[in-house]
Structure formats: structure tokens, C-alpha cells
């Protein structure tokens, strides 16, 4: 059987700031056993406006996103629970519609986790590079 060629994957995600913090969730890679936050999004399908990905990909816990504006774009070469990847990656800032979502607790998995962190690298922000685009002054 012919091995799968490999691919290019699309991804989309939304930065929601609030009092300092970043909206994000907590993955695990398997094989290295590290623990990267990643801000809501995921995959744009074949045809999609990365747009419309990000609304379709925010969870249905945090409602609907109030606004979203272009704010950049990375190539990353991952290495996913063993695996070499690449990524396109586009990047918006969003907001969400409900107020009662800034800084509430429980977000069905997702969580506000301060920006420095990331920043300072005291905690992993995928994708990588992500953190050096976000300009966060104390």
C-alpha cells in the first residue's frame, strides 16, 4: 500500500483577550508528553473562508463571536504526537457576543490563562510563534 502523501493543513484561530488574559485550552502530545494552550479555532475545510471556519469552530459554550478582524498569519512545522506536520495558520482577533463570558470560570474546557505566561514562555502557546506576535505590555 503507498504511503499518504503529505499535506499542508489549514488552520484558523481567534485570540480573545480580556484583563490580561488569553481565551485558550489545554492540549496534550502524547508521545513528548507536554501541555500546549491553543486559542480556540481548528481546520478550514477545502472551499471555506477561514472566517466562517473560526465562527464553526468556537465551541458552542462560549455562543457566537460578536466581531473578528485579520491579525496575521504563521507557518508551522509541528511535530504531533511523533508526527512531522505543516501548517498554515491564520490568525484573528475576536470578540464573543455574551459578556457573561469574560472571565467566567467555566467555559466548557476552554480558560482565560494570562498572556505573560506565553510571552515570557513560562507556558507553551501553540501554534509556535504565536506568542511573538502578540504585543502584551505589562
Request: hydrophobic share 40%; charged share 25%; glycine share 10%.
Amino acid at each position: 500500500m503507498p504511503m499518504a502523501r503529505p499535506t499542508v493543513q489549514p488552520l484558523v484561530f481567534g485570540l480573545v483577550e480580556y484583563d490580561g488574559k488569553l481565551l485558550v485550552h489545554e492540549e496534550r502530545d502524547d508521545v513528548s508528553g507536554r501541555t500546549v494552550w491553543r486559542p480556540p479555532g481548528g481546520t478550514i475545510a477545502f472551499g471555506e473562508r477561514a472566517e466562517n471556519a473560526l465562527r464553526r469552530q468556537v465551541p458552542a459554550s462560549l455562543g457566537r463571536l460578536a466581531g473578528v478582524k485579520a491579525f496575521g498569519a504563521l507557518e508551522n512545522h509541528p511535530v504531533v504526537d511523533g508526527r512531522p506536520g505543516h501548517q498554515i495558520v491564520l490568525l484573528y482577533e475576536a470578540t464573543l457576543a455574551d459578556p457573561n463570558c469574560y472571565g467566567a470560570a467555566d467555559l466548557d474546557g476552554a480558560r482565560w490563562h494570562p498572556v505573560l505566561d506565553f510571552v515570557e514562555g513560562r507556558e507553551m502557546l501553540a501554534p509556535e510563534g504565536l506568542a511573538d506576535l502578540l504585543d502584551w505590555e505589562p
